[in-house]
């Protein structure tokens, strides 16, 4: 991951490949630039900051010559026509087979772009409008931001929460902010639904309105013919058996009976029942209506479903009364991701479109009258539109929660700020930060926004000259600013989810992350904080003890259990610099074992009669 002398080449200077050049500017890498026309400048010093920037078509394999591709560590192709980016890929390939390749793309090109990554090495198709998957869900759902990681067929959800919602987690850390400070949020780890589960609760005083909640879904059954034609079909022939073999003389020919009655005509096919009583006649006059009923209620099923096959129409699901929902507005290419994130906490999704204005939306929300709409978002191509649906409504109920959607705005922390309470998405903000992480090698999985700040989901392979092989879980927390969600040993099919802080990354190691766009060009540079806390310790266990005491010294100050022998002799000594959740962990343990213990910053006076060792 560190930086060596090649150039990062941006093909395409628009508004996201000048965006993607300001957050390069940090790296400290050369600059290159390619573009079909003369680039309009939004700031004036870009470019200044570029050491070359070629005019001509990105597709030709003289122009990348000029600018340099041989040389170059790692190609952006950032046009806003997809398919010119694609075909630049593979000139771009063929020139230079060692660079990180970051294509821009669209969702009509995913299948492609999937045979490029997997047939060409280093190249990776992004979608900019498929990334803000991940922020409009974690803006429109009650927590803070949601991450969703799958571990092998056990599904666990883990939430960015406050510190009074991290009481209920299976597992919980304090979320990383810059500089490896500790924020106010917790990252958390649950099963699958178990905050739902947990907010129902089990009292008996809800199953009232458990059973209220039930009325909805009788209400549906009538949606699904399936769910009750059966059923009736089946007690009709059974009863017709009942009804019609003591007079048929067998049970074969009452069952033919039956049969010819349910065909909806009151015919007698063996001329049994003339011959009977008048309740007898009513009885197949009966059968013969349930029959005519049936067979209609098969021929308009049948109907239906060729109808809608043939119109390419669907007929929308039910949504179950009391349930949580989230509307999604115009954004198709989003909302199979944004479902499977939501669907984590049980929360469903429904669309709608602005096409009509806002007389679709109504009918939409009319429809989940039933049902809680914790969000909405609004991605549509015009903001004017978005905004204007998302104030409209703001006034109806303020307690939703709304997102929208700025495809070629930066400033959007600046305008949710000035609409209140409505989140504002920019595209071009978080296509940029995934393309630049994905530049230098990272895969990035999604890309969330907290609080306003980017934050990027990325999943680390380590190699032995990684700056991460070697470190401990809380060393690449504390010193990068960085939260590590997963972490999955070499030859392991098991995952951990915010594993252990004392555990050691080694090579072939695989990790998750969540970090900021600053930790990860702090990582490439190598620019790690120092640890600033120390443990002064004073212990002489007993006998039967000193094994115990030794090992736990040997695990938290990384050395041999032979080398701690020197401080089980009663003194005063003061350990290495350590991260501060290390250092307190060590505490913990050496107080519970009955040592005296004192916490102190690196740069603290030492105790009295203490030595460093």
């Known amino acids: 991951m560190s930086i060596g002398d090649g150039a990062v080449l941006i093909c395409g200077l628009g508004a996201l490949g000048q965006a993607c050049l300001e957050r390069l500017l940090p790296f400290d890498v050369p600059l290159r630039a390619v573009d079909l026309h003369s680039p309009q400048w939004r700031r004036a010093d870009l470019s200044q900051r570029i050491s070359l920037v070629v005019q001509g078509d990105m597709r030709q394999a003289q122009v990348l010559e000029r600018a340099g591709v041989r040389q170059c560590r790692s190609v952006l192709l950032l046009s806003a026509d997809s398919q010119v980016n694609l075909e630049a890929a593979l000139q771009v390939r063929v020139l230079n087979p060692d660079a990180d390749v970051v294509v821009r793309s669209r969702s009509g090109e995913q299948s492609i772009g999937q045979l490029l990554e997997q047939r060409l090495p280093k190249v990776a198709v992004v979608d900019p409008l498929v990334l803000t998957a991940g922020a409009v869900a974690s803006a429109v759902q009650p927590h803070e931001g949601l991450i969703q990681l799958d571990t092998h067929g056990e599904d666990e959800t883990i939430s960015v929460v406050s510190q009074a919602e991290a009481a209920t987690a299976l597992a919980c850390r304090r979320m990383r902010a810059n500089g490896g400070a500790p924020s106010d949020l917790w990252i958390t780890v649950r099963q699958r639904g178990s905050a739902v589960q947990h907010a129902k609760g089990s009292n008996w005083w809800q199953l009232p309105i458990k059973i209220l909640r039930w009325q909805p879904r009788w209400r549906s059954l009538a949606w699904q013919p399936m769910s009750w034609v059966a059923p009736l079909v089946l007690a009709a022939i059974v009863l017709g058996l009942a009804l019609f073999s003591g007079q048929a003389g067998s049970w074969q020919r009452a069952l033919l009976i039956t049969l010819g009655l349910l065909q909806g005509e009151f015919v007698d096919p063996v001329m049994l029942l003339s011959q009977r009583s008048l309740w007898h006649l009513l009885a197949g006059l009966s059968y013969a209506l349930l029959g005519t009923l049936l067979t209609s209620a098969l021929v308009a099923l049948i109907l239906e479903r060729l109808l809608t096959e043939r119109l390419g129409l669907r007929r929308r699901d039910r949504v179950k009364g009391g349930s949580r929902q989230v509307v999604i507005v115009d954004g198709p290419e989003v909302v199979e991701p944004i479902r499977t994130l939501l669907g984590s906490e049980r929360i469903g999704v429904q669309t709608a479109s602005l096409s009509e204005g806002m007389t679709a939306l109504d009918r939409e929300l009319e429809r989940l009258n039933n049902s809680q709409v914790v969000g909405i978002g609004l991605l549509s191509n015009h903001l004017l539109s978005n905004v204007h649906a998302a104030l409209a409504l703001q006034q109806k109920d303020p307690t939703c929660r709304l997102a929208v959607l700025a495809h070629a705005m930066e400033a959007s922390d600046q305008l949710g700020q000035m609409l209140g309470g409505v989140t504002v998405i920019s595209a071009v903000d978080l296509a940029a930060d995934a393309l630049v992480a994905t530049a230098f090698g990272e895969r990035v999985e999604r890309v969330l926004q907290i609080k306003g700040v980017n934050h990027l989901v990325v999943r680390y392979r380590i190699e032995p000259d990684d700056q991460l092989c070697g470190l401990t879980v809380a060393r690449v927390e504390n010193g990068y600013g960085m939260t590590v969600l997963r972490h999955q040993r070499q030859h392991r099919p098991q995952a951990r989810a915010i594993p252990p802080l004392d555990w050691s990354l080694l090579a072939g190691d695989a990790i998750t992350v969540l970090a900021t766009l600053d930790s990860l060009r702090r990582v ?35 050395l041999a259990p032979g080398q701690v022998q020197g401080w089980l002799d009663g003194h005063w000594k003061r350990s290495k610099p350590l991260d501060r959740d290390l250092a307190e962990l060590m505490e913990r343990e050496l107080q519970r074992l009955r040592v005296q213990t004192r916490l102190c910053r690196a740069d603290a006076p030492s105790h009295p009669g203490s030595s460093h060792d």
């Open 524 to 558: 490439e540079c190598g620019d790690r904080e120092p640890p600033q806390w120390c443990v002064e310790l004073r212990c002489q266990p007993h006998p039967h003890e000193r094994f115990v005491v030794q090992q736990c010294l040997a695990r938290y100050l990384d």
